[in-house]
């Protein structure tokens, strides 16, 4: 599975452009600002439904127009599969599959899966647990469907629940609706916490494979998955159990508080390296390898689980490396199809199949090898 063509038109910056790639590596080197990040966000949107750079859909549309188009060629295997969408300043998005609308977000998984590395990423490692819970359950969407929904259903509980208790949630009638809500959060969650801690299990080899072949020397990594609402420790068997009577056990506490205490949207997936704390105790070239070997961890275990190598998109990472790093980087990159920004020079390991440089919202044919 790997892309094979790009359009675009409104889309930031460029107001017209089309990109046809092979299956190998593709360059796209450029200075700040030229629009490198912008085609590899374009490629991420057509698998994820959204840009990797956080940013609502509304600011994809060139400025001074209604709506943007993003057009793409997938090659699964010999069979062609294509995407049109429409994405609009206000209002709906339209997105066709093969000529039919997308049911659901998470039905373009069978399209297009892909893997994103950002400079960015050191906030998995430094960063708080909002960024590793997120890291955690993107992953799993990709993995199974049903992940996806779980998600979906918790953070739409979630919100009726806390708009319920800010408001106060007194009498029958509210406690009532908090019955239903804690019911139905907790087997979302616990749904949700299964899955995090199976996938945790699976990383650790991932990424200790790949650490040490970024810093050049073994290391023990472990993740430990913490939780308030089960202080002795997640049972995955007895997780709904145990988030349901947490909810019932803070309810007073929460009513006054006016938000939900207890839930995995709260939970920490705190990462070990050598038995330390990373955040507190790793300098900064062990977070930035072991922000690296988080994605390409992510990624093998992709790859493993569905039977299909995704699309590498890395966002001018080999900037940040030092040349040791930056080598030992480019020779742990799989196999498959590879997008890569610079706005320098490569490890001479990377060999593009392609090589384009952007100016100013323009491609222009560099070289071919």
């Not at 089309?18 to 990040?37: F, R």
Request: proline fraction near 4%; charged fraction near 30%.
């Amino acid at each position: 599975m790997h892309l094979s063509g790009l359009e675009l038109r409104d889309f930031r910056r460029y107001e017209h452009v089309e990109l046809a790639v092979g299956p190998g590596v593709t360059v796209l080197e450029g200075s700040n600002g030229a629009g490198k990040t912008t085609l590899l966000e374009a490629v991420a949107w057509v698998a994820l439904g959204r840009s990797f750079r956080g940013v609502g859909d509304a600011a994809l549309v060139r400025d001074g127009c209604d709506h943007a188009i993003v057009r793409a060629i997938v090659d699964d295997d010999g069979r062609r599969q294509n995407l049109d969408a429409e994405l609009r300043a206000a209002g709906r998005n339209r997105v066709l599959v093969n000529g039919h609308p997308l049911a659901r977000t998470r039905d373009r998984l069978d399209l297009l899966r892909v893997t994103v590395f950002t400079p960015d990423d050191l906030a998995l490692v430094k960063g708080g647990p909002a960024g590793r819970r997120d890291y955690l359950d993107d992953l799993l969407g990709v993995l199974a469907p049903r992940y996806e929904a779980a998600r979906a259903d918790y953070e739409k509980v979630l919100r009726h629940r806390n708009a319920l208790l800010k408001g106060g949630a007194r009498g029958a009638d509210a406690a009532t609706t908090l019955d239903v809500f804690d019911d139905q959060l907790a087997r979302a969650g616990a749904e949700l916490v299964r899955g995090r801690l199976r996938l945790v299990e699976r990383l650790g080899p991932e990424m200790e494979t790949a650490y040490a072949h970024l810093a050049g020397r073994p290391a023990t990594i472990a993740g430990r998955y913490d939780a308030e609402w089960a202080p002795d420790g997640v049972d995955p068997d007895g997780a709904e159990g145990a988030l349901r009577d947490a909810l019932a056990r803070l309810r007073s506490k929460e009513i006054d508080r006016g938000v939900t205490l207890a839930g995995p949207h709260r939970d920490e997936w705190r990462l070990l390296l050598d038995g330390l704390d990373t955040r507190s105790h790793a300098s900064q070239g062990e977070q930035r390898c072991l922000a690296l070997a988080l994605r390409l961890g992510g990624h093998a275990v992709c790859r493993a689980t569905i039977d299909a190598t995704p699309v590498l998109l890395l966002d001018d990472v080999f900037s940040e490396l030092d040349d040791a790093r930056a080598a030992a980087l480019a020779t742990a990159l799989p196999e498959g199809q590879t997008l890569i920004t610079t706005a320098s020079a490569l490890p001479p390991i990377v060999v593009p199949e392609l090589h384009l440089r952007v100016v100013a919202g323009t491609l222009r044919r560099e070289r071919a090898e």
